[in-house]
């Protein structure tokens, strides 16, 4: 941090973060630990495709519905048409584009906002969940479901059993990422959505078209989200209702972002960090005895997050770091309004 | 530059707005007086596109409004404020007039809206540093940036919204001299929504009484303030009258 406005600095220091992360595998080839790093990035990736809503209270309990979107789309495609992932992949995602407007006009059309919204994003991952059962003969419903692995071009099929590319893969999405994240937290657009979650009336006497701009976020975010069910099927090999749709992980997915912290790029990548070593930790210690012990904990955390920490922990930390150097911030304004939007995150 | 024909603005069975037709000229400031619950604020709403109009026309510039969205009518050349100053506080004061600056003007470039931003945020007399907070801003200096809001939109016309109320006596003769001052300088056309009177009556060339709903009197200020149906109606007390009557012939 003590890095400062220097216009060199950052780049550099970004070049060398990059190099690292980058190196990682070459250096450390152990396969468990490769695997819990990759999920971490892939989970890190579908949280901050959820912060880019969930900073502007669009409160969404419906992303596990995105997800599941992204991953079963893709997997479908390939096993009965043969399509490659290559062209799978934005089918899906065009598909959750799709799902996400239908959801999101009538919400923003009508002024759904608040606890409404998120109940109405909580019906979607019921209805995605639905659909996948219902459709048993096809998605393989609560069992779960396995692309093929591949014949031929492994490249095509968008499969391998080498960790080391995966970490890669995952790390290039991860960084796609944040850059988005950083786009869009420097656009106009930021200020719009910033606008609109305090004030709509305002926002709109202002110039902004509430509607379009809560829309693009949305749709924004939706195809994010399902990228991420995409890659984590395309990795795991393995996708099931439990996993990548439903509302256990539409609430996995507001509990991390809200832990790591809204506000900074890399908040819900620390949240992943978190809830991953936390479940990981939970598994290998107590082993089946301790199943849905980290919905537990997470919900209780949650509950504790919004009341004394509603910025997370990074940003909680991050302000403290940046009021050491400066005793006077230089936003002081945000904390009131954005714990409130915060603890609209809680699940009803 | 506007022209109003026949608005009616009824909710249920009641009807706030009926029949009420004016126009505005172009660099003239309208001032639009009435007691509480005389429509004038439901005129303002569906001026800037909150309401649409039950029945009528609103025609700026030749063109069609009633029915429009307020972020269409912004890009159209129509700022507003409200009557409670509305600031945005997770943004700095210098972000709010930016914002207003870049989607009030189509989104045309982001350089060019906090242009306009530094502008009108000069203008009335707020601070250009892109950090400083909403949250330092006492009551005079949420209404400039309202204020500065409607203006970083570089509007034609401007819908001012009873833009003085909490505002000690110097605030307000300063807060009326920024409206002339606004129309003189930058050439927009005003209407000025107002409860006091006697400032108002300084500064307006014309000014339109509105009671339940309809128009009763409209003129020049000394004029509109002598009409024994706006004493009647608006003014009340005789010592109220007096003032108002003294005030607009200063100005006339």
Same mark, same amino acid.
């Given at each position: 941090?003590?890095?400062?406005?220097?216009?060199?600095?950052?780049? /550099?220091?970004?070049?060398?973060?990059?190099?690292?992360?980058?190196?990682?595998?070459?250096?450390?080839?152990?396969?468990?630990?490769?695997?819990?790093?990759?999920?971490?990035?892939?989970?890190?990736?579908?949280?901050?495709?959820?912060?880019?809503?969930?900073?502007?209270?669009?409160?969404?309990?419906?992303?596990?519905?995105?997800?599941?979107?992204?991953?079963?789309?893709?997997?479908?495609?390939?096993?009965? $048409?043969?399509?490659?992932?290559?062209?799978?992949?934005?089918?899906?995602?065009?598909?959750?584009?799709? $799902?996400? $407007?239908?959801?999101?006009?009538?919400?923003?059309?009508?002024?759904?906002?608040?606890?409404?919204?998120?109940?109405?994003?909580?019906?979607?991952?019921?209805?995605?969940?639905?659909?996948?059962?219902?459709?048993?003969?096809?998605?393989?419903?609560?069992?779960?479901?396995?692309?093929?692995?591949?014949? +031929?071009?492994?490249?095509?099929?968008?499969?391998?059993?080498?960790?080391? &590319?995966?970490?890669?893969?995952?790390? &290039?999405?991860?960084?796609?990422?944040?850059?988005?994240?950083?786009?869009?937290?420097?656009?106009?657009?930021?200020?719009?959505?910033?606008?609109?979650?305090?004030?709509?009336?305002?926002?709109?006497?202002?110039?902004?078209?509430?509607?379009?701009?809560?829309?693009? /976020?949305?749709?924004?975010? !939706?195809?994010?989200?399902?990228?991420?069910?995409?890659?984590?099927?395309?990795?795991?090999?393995?996708?099931?209702?439990?996993?990548?749709?439903?509302?256990?992980?539409?609430?996995?997915?507001?509990? !991390?972002?809200? &832990?790591?912290?809204?506000?900074?790029?890399?908040?819900?990548?620390?949240?992943?960090?978190?809830?991953?070593?936390?479940?990981?930790?939970?598994?290998?210690?107590? +082993?089946?005895?301790? &199943?849905?012990?980290?919905?537990?904990?997470? =919900? !209780?955390?949650?509950?504790?997050?919004?009341?004394?920490?509603?910025? =997370?922990?990074?940003?909680?930390?991050?302000?403290?770091?940046?009021?050491?150097?400066?005793?006077?911030?230089?936003? *002081?304004?945000?904390? *009131?309004?954005?714990?409130?939007?915060?603890?609209?995150?809680? *699940?009803? | 530059?506007?022209?109003?024909?026949?608005?009616?603005?009824?909710?249920?069975?009641?009807?706030?707005?009926?029949?009420?037709?004016?126009?505005?000229?172009?660099?003239?400031?309208?001032?639009?007086?009435?007691?509480?619950?005389?429509?004038?604020?439901?005129?303002?709403?569906?001026? %800037?596109?909150?309401?649409?109009?039950?029945?009528?026309?609103?025609?700026?510039?030749?063109?069609?409004? %009633?029915?429009?969205?307020?972020? #269409?009518?912004?890009?159209?050349?129509?700022?507003? #404020?409200?009557?409670?100053?509305?600031?945005?506080?997770?943004? %700095?004061?210098?972000?709010?007039?930016?914002?207003?600056?870049?989607?009030?003007?189509?989104?045309?470039?982001?350089?060019?809206?906090?242009?306009?931003?530094?502008?009108?945020?000069?203008?009335?007399?707020?601070?250009?540093?892109?950090?400083?907070?909403?949250?330092?801003?006492?009551?005079?200096?949420?209404?400039?940036?309202?204020?500065?809001?409607?203006?970083?939109?570089?509007?034609?016309?401007?819908?001012?919204?009873?833009? @003085?109320?909490? @505002?000690?006596?110097?605030?307000?003769?300063?807060?009326?001299?920024?409206?002339?001052?606004?129309?003189?300088? @930058?050439?927009? #056309?005003?209407?000025?929504?107002?409860?006091?009177?006697?400032?108002?009556?300084?500064?307006?060339?014309?000014?339109?009484?509105?009671?339940?709903?309809?128009?009763?009197?409209?003129?020049?200020?000394?004029?509109?303030?002598?009409?024994?149906?706006?004493?009647?109606?608006?003014?009340?007390?005789?010592?109220?009258?007096?003032?108002?009557?003294?005030?607009?012939?200063?100005?006339?």
């Amino acid at each position: 941090m003590s890095l400062g406005r220097n216009p060199i600095a950052w780049p /550099i220091a970004w070049a060398v973060a990059a190099i690292v992360l980058a190196a990682v595998p070459f250096v450390h080839r152990d396969p468990y630990h490769l695997h819990i790093l990759i999920l971490i990035l892939i989970w890190s990736f579908a949280y901050t495709s959820w912060s880019m809503m969930g900073r502007f209270g669009l409160t969404s309990l419906g992303h596990g519905g995105f997800m599941g979107v992204g991953a079963y789309v893709t997997a479908l495609l390939w096993n009965h $048409l043969g399509l490659t992932p290559w062209l799978g992949i934005p089918i899906a995602l065009v598909c959750a584009a799709i $799902l996400a $407007l239908i959801v999101g006009y009538p919400c923003f059309r009508f002024r759904i906002t608040g606890h409404y919204f998120a109940l109405v994003t909580l019906a979607l991952s019921g209805i995605v969940l639905q659909v996948i059962t219902a459709t048993r003969d096809w998605t393989g419903g609560s069992l779960g479901y396995t692309p093929e692995a591949t014949k +031929g071009s492994q490249l095509l099929a968008m499969q391998s059993g080498d960790k080391v &590319v995966w970490y890669l893969g995952a790390l &290039v999405v991860w960084a796609f990422g944040l850059v988005v994240w950083t786009w869009v937290d420097r656009s106009m657009a930021r200020s719009a959505m910033d606008a609109i979650s305090e004030d709509e009336d305002a926002a709109a006497a202002a110039g902004v078209n509430v509607t379009a701009e809560k829309l693009k /976020i949305t749709v924004l975010s !939706a195809l994010m989200t399902a990228l991420a069910g995409a890659v984590y099927c395309q990795y795991q090999m393995f996708i099931s209702p439990d996993t990548v749709s439903g509302i256990g992980i539409s609430l996995q997915m507001v509990f !991390a972002a809200v &832990v790591g912290g809204l506000y900074v790029a890399l908040g819900p990548t620390v949240g992943a960090i978190i809830t991953i070593l936390l479940a990981e930790m939970l598994r290998i210690g107590f +082993g089946t005895k301790a &199943v849905g012990w980290d919905n537990l904990i997470y =919900g !209780a955390l949650l509950v504790a997050f919004i009341i004394f920490l509603p910025k =997370g922990i990074l940003g909680s930390i991050l302000d403290r770091l940046k009021l050491r150097r400066a005793p006077a911030p230089t936003r *002081p304004a945000a904390e *009131p309004a954005r714990a409130r939007s915060a603890s609209a995150a809680s *699940p009803p | 530059m506007l022209a109003v024909e026949g608005l009616v603005k009824r909710f249920g069975g009641f009807t706030a707005v009926s029949n009420v037709s004016f126009k505005v000229d172009q660099g003239e400031i309208l001032g639009l007086i009435g007691p509480n619950g005389s429509g004038k604020s439901t005129i303002f709403n569906m001026l %800037s596109g909150t309401f649409a109009p039950s029945a009528g026309s609103i025609k700026f510039e030749g063109h069609e409004l %009633s029915g429009l969205a307020p972020h #269409t009518i912004i890009n159209r050349g129509i700022g507003r #404020t409200f009557q409670i100053p509305r600031p945005f506080r997770r943004l %700095s004061i210098f972000e709010n007039a930016a914002l207003a600056g870049y989607f009030g003007q189509n989104r045309h470039s982001r350089a060019k809206a906090e242009a306009a931003a530094e502008r009108a945020l000069a203008m009335v007399g707020l601070p250009t540093d892109r950090h400083a907070p909403v949250d330092g801003l006492g009551a005079a200096g949420l209404k400039k940036l309202e204020l500065a809001k409607a203006l970083a939109t570089e509007p034609k016309l401007l819908l001012a919204d009873e833009s @003085l109320g909490g @505002l000690d006596e110097t605030e307000m003769d300063q807060a009326a001299d920024m409206l002339r001052k606004i129309r003189d300088e @930058l050439g927009i #056309t005003i209407i000025w929504v107002e409860h006091i009177m006697g400032v108002l009556m300084k500064v307006v060339d014309r000014v339109m009484v509105l009671d339940h709903g309809e128009k009763i009197s409209e003129g020049l200020p000394h004029q509109v303030a002598s009409d024994p149906r706006v004493i009647e109606v608006y003014l009340g007390t005789d010592a109220q009258a007096t003032q108002a009557v003294a005030a607009a012939r200063g100005n006339r």
